[in-house]
């Protein structure tokens, strides 16, 4: 999931294809559905699989009170999970997650400010789903021996089982996968610049080529490579024919234990060094518009957030064939991107809308048969 001021202070996204980029008009699903912002977290259970809190009636955002839904953006189907509750973690390598059910009034607002018959939040239940039915299999009471940790859907290491997730992450701890993590060597002392290093089960920590503060507040994790996408790769676009520059997109790969930079292809390159000269900006536009690159698999999604230049939007390069401009749900000629998740199989990516009050999810089939 990625949710960071970068998407939403610069996300104004033009959709007309003004440019000599082909403009392709892939499978999109409106859902309907709408992130809770305050209390609200929105994560893959499988490769297809969205699982969102939002609210119990269209519209109404009291965020003390939600729902957990799964959208099935394959089916273009959306099913209650559960009637009250708050969606926690999900883990969409294990299939399961965590739901607190029940209202969180009390939990926000002082008892003296709330009426005398509101809920207090119902226990924490661990749901497990099977991702070829498309279903809950089994809804348990979260054991209070349990080794997950109910905050990040994951297996602790015995020094981390009592810090939740937040705690976690304020201390440079990122979990990778079961009882392996990224860990700072001293955020303490050293902050965002502090060396990563590798900690897994039962063995000696492993130093890595990067830095704790490179990681994204969130991540995202690709099935077809078993990799976590830990930062997106940056570019620019400029116009009078300079060559393009930027930063690689960081991932870990699980299978390996290794971190890996992914640079953009040189083929990639050529096609936006061409696109950022065919674009006749407007007067007085002295910007180099920049964008953010996401690796697929056999592909790369682009998105350039720029203001000022027609060369918004989203773009799809796949390996051997010219790049695209994707389409993007409207408004007034322009459409603007908020949360935006890619799904775990590559295929679908999920975003809301980056102004006005709605933030329901649209999610784009880039492996619809349109796809270039």
């Not at 033009?14 to 699903?29: G, S």
Request: net charge neutral; aromatic share 6%; proline share 8%.
């Amino acid at each position: 999931m990625v949710d960071k001021g970068w998407l939403v202070a610069a996300s104004v996204l033009a959709c007309a294809p003004v440019f000599a980029v082909d403009t392709v008009k892939l499978d999109r699903f409106q859902t309907g559905i709408a992130i809770i912002e305050q209390t609200g977290q929105a994560k893959w259970v499988d490769d297809t699989t969205l699982l969102v809190t939002t609210p119990i009636e269209p519209g109404k955002y009291d965020h003390w009170n939600a729902k957990v839904v799964a959208i099935d953006l394959q089916a273009k189907r959306v099913t209650t999970i559960t009637a009250a509750g708050f969606l926690r973690c999900a883990n969409p390598r294990k299939h399961y997650f965590v739901v607190a059910e029940g209202s969180h009034e009390k939990t926000f607002f002082s008892r003296a400010s709330t009426k005398p018959d509101a809920a207090d939040p119902l226990n924490t239940y661990l749901y497990t789903w099977s991702p070829g039915n498309k279903a809950v299999v089994q809804r348990q009471q979260l054991p209070s021996d349990t080794d997950i940790n109910p905050h990040i859907c994951k297996v602790t290491l015995p020094a981390h089982a009592k810090a939740i997730g937040q705690d976690l992450r304020r201390q440079g701890i990122l979990y990778v996968d079961e009882k392996k993590a990224l860990v700072a060597t001293s955020v303490v002392q050293e902050g965002s610049k502090s060396p990563m290093r590798l900690v897994n089960d039962d063995q000696p920590a492993k130093p890595l080529d990067g830095q704790i503060g490179e990681i994204e507040p969130t991540v995202s994790y690709q099935s077809h490579d078993n990799s976590l996408l830990l930062k997106p790769g940056h570019f620019t676009i400029p116009a009078n024919g300079e060559a393009i520059k930027g930063s690689p997109a960081l991932v870990f790969h699980s299978d390996q234990d290794q971190l890996s930079r992914v640079p953009l292809p040189d083929e990639l390159k050529a096609d936006l060094q061409a696109l950022g000269q065919s674009v006749k900006r407007p007067r007085g536009d002295t910007s180099t518009p920049g964008g953010f690159a996401f690796p697929l698999k056999g592909a790369t999604l682009l998105l350039v957030p720029a203001y000022t230049s027609d060369l918004a939007g989203f773009y799809l390069k796949k390996v051997g064939q010219p790049l695209r401009r994707v389409h993007c749900s409207s408004l007034q000629g322009q459409c603007s991107v908020r949360e935006l998740m890619i799904a775990p199989g590559g295929c679908h990516v999920a975003y809301t809308p980056g102004n006005g009050h709605d933030r329901s999810f649209t999610s784009i089939n880039l492996c619809s048969p349109e796809a270039p």
